[in-house]
């Protein structure tokens, strides 16, 4: 492979993604196993989601094997996909949208602290002596 030689791929669906990704691997000569390597993937990773019958999907491992691969992804409208979406849609009413809601959001340190602070200390926990359950009993006589 030379350095200068382009590679560039239309890429409408996740098969195609993965084809592109097993013709870059050809392209540049790396085996699966070494490419796992590379990429810092677990052994025979790439195998699985490289494979022309799906055995694994890619997932969270797609960065490091496009970084890997000297590839970036380049996201562009489809015009024609767009309209179609469009014409079947139903509109979203915009006056329900909640904008700003941080109800499920991750409470700050500080505000963990401060409802920690407004809810009744703990009261200790009494102690009570335990009786003996008749199996313990029965073995502690059997000891004897």
């Known amino acids: 492979?030379?350095?200068?030689?382009p590679f560039a791929r239309f890429v409408?669906?996740?098969?195609a993604l993965v084809g592109a990704l097993r013709e870059r691997s050809e392209q540049m000569e790396i085996a699966?196993?070494?490419?796992?390597?590379?990429?810092?993937?677990?052994?025979?990773y790439a195998g699985k989601v490289l494979s022309p019958t799906?055995?694994?999907s890619i997932g969270s491992s797609l960065g490091p094997l496009l970084q890997t691969l000297g590839l970036i992804?380049?996201?562009?409208?489809?015009?024609?996909?767009?309209?179609?979406t469009l014409a079947r849609r139903t509109p979203f009413d915009a006056s329900?949208?909640?904008?700003g809601?941080?109800?499920?959001s991750k409470k700050s340190p500080a505000a963990a602290r401060s409802v920690a602070a407004a809810l009744p200390a703990p009261q200790p926990v009494q102690e009570r002596?335990?009786?003996p359950s008749r199996q313990s009993a029965g073995r502690a006589l059997a000891r004897h």
């Open 32 to 44: 699966r196993l070494e490419l796992d390597r590379l990429s810092g993937l677990a052994d025979g």
């Open 96 to 99: 329900n949208r909640r904008v």
């Open 129 to 131: 002596p335990v009786a």
């Open 101 to 104: 809601n941080h109800c499920n």
């Open 73 to 84: 992804l380049v996201v562009v409208e489809d015009p024609a996909a767009r309209d179609k």
């Open 1 to 5: 492979m030379t350095a200068a030689t």
């Open 54 to 56: 799906r055995i694994k």
């Open 12 to 15: 409408p669906d996740y098969d």
